[in-house]
């Protein structure tokens, strides 16, 4: 008695031949493409490519961010990065290379290039990619919105947007070890 193939054994094995070809496709493009470039000189972490996105990207996602505060705070940006720990660092990187990469980028946001976009309709890519059905959507939405604005309103410069008065500094009282008298 002959049995049939199992329909879902064939289909698990089709995903799976096409998921690997897939990743290969994705590793060799980024090689091929630059994502595996170095460092930008006079950076620690980010490459030119990454630089080029944040100067893209950031100025959308921050209304109050003024063209002249864009180099700082891309350095900020980066030391914020880099005080994240090595696994969150090698996410941060995946997420810039799917960015960074035309065919990943059109495929996440629509849009091959950003630079011909608004800073209405970046905003708005942004925007769609937050409310997207897909949770990698939300995920690079999110962690590009979120760290942009953890970043930017650390910056006492920032403050004043947002309506927070920095406290007046008091200095700390020292207090005496109990217990010692006094010489």
């Known amino acids: 008695m002959r049995t049939l193939p199992d329909p879902d054994r064939r289909q698990l094995l ?79 990187r995946q997420i810039f290379d799917l960015l960074t990469l035309a065919p990943t980028r059109r495929w996440l946001t629509g849009h091959a290039d950003f630079a011909q976009l608004s800073k209405a309709e970046l905003a708005g890519v942004f925007t769609t990619m937050r409310a997207s059905s897909s949770s990698l959507r939300v995920a690079i939405a999110g962690f590009f919105t979120q760290s942009l604005a953890l970043t930017w309103y650390k910056r006492p410069s920032s403050w004043q947007a947002v309506g927070y008065e920095q406290p007046a500094h008091q200095p700390c009282p020292i207090a005496k070890p109990q217990g010692v008298a006094p010489a």
């Open 14 to 92: 089709r995903g799976g031949l096409g998921l690997g070809l897939t990743l290969w496709l994705g590793s060799t493009l980024s090689v091929l493409s630059g994502c595996s470039q170095p460092v930008l000189p006079g950076r620690t972490w980010l490459r030119a490519k990454d630089v080029q996105l944040l100067q893209e990207v950031a100025p959308a996602l921050l209304v109050d961010l003024q063209p002249a505060d864009l180099a700082s705070f891309i350095d900020e940006l980066e030391a914020f990065y880099l005080s994240t720990s090595a696994a969150t660092l090698q996410q941060i």
